[in-house]
């Protein structure tokens, strides 16, 4: 099983991701955790890219695929997988689907988790994470707070707000998500992969309506 999860920051695609991995065996895909991860080490594509995510800009294709493809091609390559971010534009898509095809792969659904913009907001401003870099867990002050408050439940250290958690970073990100997300479900529903599941039901109700989409005759 190889699926593309679509959709806005925040609405629950690394929830979901990891459901999946845990109960069906696929192997997780975060563009968003491999670029932060370069940043943390300070990586020559972590300092290119760090300017435009503190700014909630979306990271050049070219850079986003050079990351993917590696993947791929390197050893031990995933045969089943759920992608969390990628592909995020049309291009990216297009590229995507030329590399699955060189290593004779082809993707079984895309999800596009629907929500609205102000819930996004909501849940991605209330997010507090770690501030030990070796623990990095996120809480929410909404609907999952820290046993002590502004303490990390797992470390004790401090929990702090992402600069890219500021909400005028999320309605920015929201802005850039928007200009290039309706080519990218376009080109997924010419090619009748594209399966639409609400992001605002329970993380379980979610769950069982991404899995019976996949299963969806195309």
């Known amino acids: 099983m190889r699926v593309v999860l679509v959709g806005p920051p925040g609405c629950g695609k690394g929830t979901q991701a990891e459901l999946l991995v845990q109960r069906l065996g696929l192997r997780y895909i975060g563009t968003g955790d491999i670029l932060r991860e370069a940043i943390r080490a300070g990586t020559a594509m ?3 890219v760090k300017p435009l995510m503190d ?3 979306l990271v050049p294709d070219s850079e986003v695929n050079e990351v993917v493809a590696e993947l791929f091609r390197g050893e031990g390559r995933p045969e089943k997988f759920v992608t969390d971010g990628y592909p995020r534009t049309y291009s990216q898509a297009v590229a995507f689907d030329a590399m699955l095809t060189q290593q004779f792969l082809a993707l079984d659904a895309v999800i596009n988790l629907t929500i609205g913009d102000d819930e996004v907001v909501r849940r991605i401003s209330g997010r507090r994470c770690c501030s030990n870099k070796g623990c990095a867990v996120c809480y929410n002050v909404y609907y999952r707070q820290s046993k002590v ?13 992402r600069d890219d958690d500021q909400e005028e970073t999320v309605r920015r990100r929201l802005g850039e998500f928007h200009k290039t997300t309706n080519a990218l479900l376009a080109y997924y529903r010419q090619r009748h992969l594209l399966r639409e599941v609400a992001a605002t039901d329970p993380v379980e109700t979610i769950y069982t309506n991404i899995v019976n989409a996949i299963k969806q005759p195309a």
């Open 46 to 48: 972590g300092q290119r």
């Open 55 to 57: 700014r909630g800009l």
């Open 149 to 161: 408050a502004a303490r990390c439940d797992k470390c004790g250290s401090p929990l702090m707000l």
